[in-house]
T-cell receptor, first 109, second 114 residues
Framework: QKEVEQDPGPLSVPEGAIVSLNCTYS??????FMWYRQYSRKGPELLMY????GNKEDGRFTAQVDKSSKYISLFIRDSQPSDSATYLC?????????FGAGTTVTVRA | GAVVSQHPSRVICKSGTSVKIECRSLDFQATTMFWYRQFPKQSLMLMAT?????????EQGVEKDKFLINHASLTLSTLTVTSAHPEDSSFYICSSRPGATEAFFGQGTRLTVV
């Protein structure tokens, strides 16, 4: 069983829709949670970072962490074609990150 | 956020030659740098962790003599792929965590060995 599970998709939504991305994990020691966006042939770009259960909002992005269920989510509101990318969840208990497989999202104009 | 600059972004080399990839932290001191490899449509695979002034720690299955890592200063870490072969063709990415919290990544290097 992988430490971090993420549905690879692909996920295709119309412009303006809400994109919902999820990851589950097995290591209860994870305490730092991140979401990254990666465009083709580019390095991952940090979108959201949190270290506690609950919600964190930044513009159109909302990150949710539920440590009791070992489940994290990222919501993208009013999705735009420029949001088309691969989204990676990442988490850690110390310095080493564990990544999900990444979900490829396409927002159709 | 912190800036990690990686060069080159793309390199093509002949089989048997060596390629050096540089990763610089521009606005913070990177005590630790992480090197990843990513195959198409797959997630990042940690290859090694480099610490300034000491030997790198390699993940299981990664050949340390093939992937030489040097972290001589707090702002520069390098990965050298020695005697490259076509199977080494991949996307290599470096990363650092300024405050042991969120990680910042370089732009990535696409290596093609012909």
């Amino acid at each position: 069983q992988k430490e971090v599970e993420q549905d690879p998709g692909p996920l295709s939504v119309p412009e303006g829709a809400i994109v919902s991305l999820n990851c589950t994990y097995s290591n209860s020691a994870f305490q730092y949670f991140m979401w990254y966006r990666q465009y083709s042939r580019k390095g991952p770009e940090l979108l959201m970072y949190t270290y506690s259960s609950g919600n964190k909002e930044d513009g159109r992005f909302t990150a949710q962490v539920d440590k009791s269920s070992k489940y994290i989510s990222l919501f993208i509101r009013d999705s735009q074609p420029s949001d088309s990318a691969t989204y990676l969840c990442a988490m850690s208990e110390d310095y080493k990150l564990s990544f999900g497989a990444g979900t490829t999202v396409t927002v159709r104009a | 956020g912190a800036v990690v600059s990686q060069h080159p972004s793309r390199v093509i080399c002949k089989s048997g030659t060596s390629v050096k990839i540089e990763c610089r932290s521009l606005d913070f001191q990177a005590t630790t740098m992480f090197w990843y490899r990513q195959f198409p449509k797959q997630s990042l695979m940690l290859m090694a962790t480099s610490n300034e002034g000491s030997k790198a720690t390699y993940e299981q299955g990664v050949e340390k003599d093939k992937f030489l890592i040097n972290h001589a200063s707090l702002t520069l870490s390098t990965l050298t792929v020695t005697s490259a072969h076509p199977e080494d063709s991949s996307f290599y990415i470096c990363s650092s965590r300024p405050g042991a919290t969120e990680a910042f990544f370089g732009q990535g290097t696409r290596l093609t060995v012909v």
